[in-house]
Nanobody, 120 residues
Framework: QVQLVESGGGLVQPGGSLRLSCVAS????????MGWYRQAPGKERELVAT???????NYADSVKGRFTISRDNAKSTVYLQMNSLKPEDTAVYYC??????????????WGQGTQVTVSS
């Protein structure tokens, strides 16, 4: 079992910044890819950014140049620094992790989500 706990969401004005964090815990031998997804009301969940264990990153076109994903492997934590926020960034942001446990089981786990609202 793997648990992901997100933090850092909130209300911010357009042009502002927020930093999301997600800590993974549980039966984890190795964390492969970690990422952030988001879901706005009435829309499907979409990829925001991912980062591999070798720090290779991938971003949605809509956030390139504004968001930065990073991770601290020693702390099993992934971060999302969000700058120049726009109202269209408003969504529930979910953390995702692809992990392998000590018994070689593979898990694709999700956090509970954290609300980000960009509004004046």
């Amino acid at each position: 079992q793997v648990q992901l706990v997100e933090s850092g969401g909130g209300l911010v004005q357009p042009g502002g910044s927020l930093r999301l964090s997600c800590v993974a815990s549980g039966s984890i031998f190795r964390i492969n890819v970690m990422g952030w997804y988001r879901q706005a009301p009435g829309k499907e969940r979409e990829l925001v950014a991912t980062i591999t264990s070798r720090m290779i990153t991938n971003y949605a076109d809509s956030v390139k140049g504004r968001f930065t994903i990073s991770r601290d492997n020693a702390k099993s934590t992934v971060y999302l620094q969000m700058n120049s926020l726009k109202p269209e960034d408003t969504a529930v942001y979910y953390c995702n992790a692809d992990t392998v446990s000590y018994d070689s089981s593979w898990y694709d786990s999700w956090g509970q989500g954290t609300q980000v609202t960009v509004s004046s």
